[in-house]
C-alpha cells in the first residue's frame, strides 16, 4: 500500500509486537498502556490516523484515543468491536462508516469502522 502513496508521505506503524521491527524506520514500538510515552515530534503529526486497538475494552479504546489525539491533526478511522461504539463516538467524536471491516478468522465479535469524517465517500 505504502508504495502507491506520494513519495513524500510517512507511513509509521505504532505496535508492540517487536516482530513489525522488520518495517524499519516505519516501526515504532508502542504500548497501549502508556499512550503518550511517545518521541514529542509525533504530536499532532499526522494527517490521518488508522487504529485498531489490540482489545475490546475501555480502558484499551481510552487510552488508544489517547494516542490519537497526540498524533494526530484530524482525520481519524478507527476500527473496534460494535459494542465499543457509544465510545468511539464519546472519546473520538468518530461515527460508524457504511465500510464494513472483515477480517480471515471470521471474529467473534461484531466489528465495525469509525470515522470523523466522511471516509465512505473515499472507499
Given amino acids: 500500500m505504502k508504495n502507491k502513496l506520494d513519495p513524500s508521505c510517512e507511513v509509521h506503524l505504532y505496535e508492540y509486537d517487536m516482530r513489525f521491527s522488520a518495517f524499519g524506520n516505519d516501526f515504532i514500538k508502542y504500548d497501549y498502556a502508556n499512550p503518550l510515552n511517545l518521541p ?5 503529526y499526522y494527517e490521518l490516523v488508522i487504529a485498531d486497538p489490540p482489545f475490546l475494552s475501555e480502558e484499551c479504546l481510552a487510552k488508544t484515543a489517547e494516542t490519537i489525539k497526540y498524533v494526530g491533526k484530524n482525520k481519524i478511522i ?7 461504539s457509544s465510545l468511539v463516538e464519546q472519546l473520538l ?9 472483515s477480517h480471515k ?19
Avoid: R, W
Avoid at 478507527?78 to 465499543?84: V, Y
Fill in 78 to 84: 478507527l476500527c473496534t468491536g460494535a459494542i465499543m
Fill in 40 to 44: 514529542q515530534k509525533y504530536n499532532a
Fill in 105 to 123: 478468522n471470521n471474529l467473534a465479535n461484531e466489528f465495525h469502522c469509525y470515522s470523523n469524517y466522511d471516509v465512505d465517500s473515499l472507499l
Fill in 93 to 101: 467524536s468518530a461515527y460508524e462508516a457504511k465500510f464494513k471491516p
